[in-house]
């Protein structure tokens, strides 16, 4: 019943920046995780940030300095603000939800359909 959309992908240059958003709507807990993941071409899919409905955060080293993850708990909403953007960025970033749902003691793991991210010249 937990449906992500994502928005906010595309093509830039490097040194460039893009905003990623991620709207969850359904059966939404209150108490979740939110984050980003993304799989580049002929890898595997690796956590890029996590953000916690407390506002805990956790970066992948890759990307800490860089990228910032935020959320509007009120509207269900993560963002993936990208800058200084690198060729190795490019990925399909995924939005992706954890939490208890109803009187289930399984976290459920959410995801969105992806977005594509090319970094080039």
């Known amino acids: 019943q937990v449906q992500l959309v994502e928005s906010g992908g595309g093509l830039v240059q490097p040194g460039g920046s893009l905003r990623l958003s991620c709207a969850a709507s359904g059966r939404i807990s209150s108490i979740n995780t939110m984050g980003w993941y993304r799989q580049p071409p002929g890898k595997e899919r690796e956590l890029v940030a996590a953000?916690?409905?407390?506002?805990?955060?956790n970066y992948a080293d890759s990307v800490k300095g860089r990228f910032t993850i935020s959320r509007d708990n009120a509207k269900n909403t993560v963002y993936l603000q990208m800058n200084s953007l690198k060729p190795e960025d490019t990925a399909v970033y995924y939005c992706?939800?954890?939490?208890?749902?109803?009187?289930?003691?399984?976290?459920?793991?959410?995801w969105g359909q992806g977005t594509q991210v090319t970094v080039s010249s």
């Open positions: 992706n939800l954890k939490q208890f749902t109803g009187s289930s003691s399984i976290r459920f793991n959410y």
């Open positions: 953000i916690t409905s407390s506002s805990s955060t």
